[in-house]
Structures are given as structure tokens and as C-alpha cells.
């Protein structure tokens, strides 16, 4: 599971890092409310924490620009502003959860948890786009109803890239899909897997669904532009 952490006491942001990590999750860490932005928009991220107070755009305006953005990403915030008016500015403005400062590392985690289970229940067993039909739960792809036979990292991609459904997948999301571990990577790696899949979902369809948004990813679409 991946964690967008938006902090910029780097300090503290330090501290909840270490800790998050050491409970076995990945994290990723922006220190500014563009940065937090773009990362939540164009990474693969599972819960955000969010701090209110950040230079350049504060939590309140990229939360409510992820939600405009239509993402449903989970969102923490994180706040010394602790009245009922900042509470409910912040929950009307998106976040899932709300958590004012100084709080018990502990609680957070738990809350993290929470919101984890509340994502990975309502997420679909079977994503349909198109005549493409994935099942997340048995790991099979059918295409017009055809079984398609896919590694394991080829479904990887192609799972991540359902479940952003018509939303731009950068290649360095792709990466991570493909290296598990951060080993110096092959940004050549990221074209070959797409050629794989685009060889065994469009290959003689008449729609290909897989698009290539230059320079920045690629994307699965219902209908081909």
C-alpha cells in the first residue's frame, strides 16, 4: 500500500514517514500543496495525509482540486486548527477523516487502517471497460468474452490502469509496478510491457482501448478518440 504524505515540517514529516514505513507501508512525501497536488493526481497513491497549513497551495485548495479532479483517493488531514468550523470546512471540502494536531502516532495508524478497509470494500471484483472485462478477484481478463492469458506483471499494469479508468497513468507508476524493489530501472522496460499488452487486448480489435497520452503515460479508454 502506498501513502501520499503532505507534510512540510520536514521534521515531523520525518518522524510520521519512518514510523508509517515501519509499519510496512510505501510512502512517497511532498512538502508543498503543487507538489501534493500533482503527485495525488498522476501516482498510484491509496490513503493521502494532509496538511492544511502548506506553502503554495493550502490543504483545503488541493483537496478540493483532487475532488474536482474526480479523485476519490482517501484523504487525512492533518491540522493545529482543531475548532467544529475547521472540522467541517475540511469535511466539506472532501477529506475522509480529520485528525488536529498534536495527535498519538498510534491513532493515526488506526485511522490509516480504516480507511484502507473502507477503499478495498468498495472497490469492484469486476471492472468492465469497453468489451473488457477484468476480475480482480480470480485475476482473469476477457476481451469480447476471450480468456486473455497475462503474466503477472502484465495484469499488474493493466489492473492499475482499469482502476484509473480514462485518468492518465504516468510510465513512472508503470515503473513501480514493474520493479518491486528500487533498483536502477529501464525506462525502455515500461514501453515493452505496453507493446505486450497492447499485442493481447487490441491487437485485431476494431477499438483500442489502450491510449498513449504523450508525454505523460498512458490511459485505458471505453472508446478510442
Known sequence: MRILLVEDEKELSNIIKKGLEEASYNVDVAY?????FYMAANYPVDVVILDVMLPKMDGIAVLKKLRAAKSEVPVILLTALDSVADKIKGLDAGADDYLPKPFEFGELLARVRALLRRKSSAKQSVIRIADLEIDTAARIVRRGGEEIALSA????????????????????????????????????????FINYLRKKIDKDREVKLIQTVRGSGYMLRSQEE
Open 32 to 36: 508543498d500543496g503543487e507538489e501534493a
Open 153 to 192: 506483471k502484465e495484469y499488474s499494469i493493466l489492473e492499475l490502469m482499469a482502476y484509473n479508468k480514462d485518468r492518465v497513468v504516468s510510465r513512472q507508476a508503470i515503473s513501480e509496478r514493474i520493479y518491486e524493489e528500487d533498483v536502477e530501472r529501464d525506462s525502455n522496460v515500461v514501453d515493452v
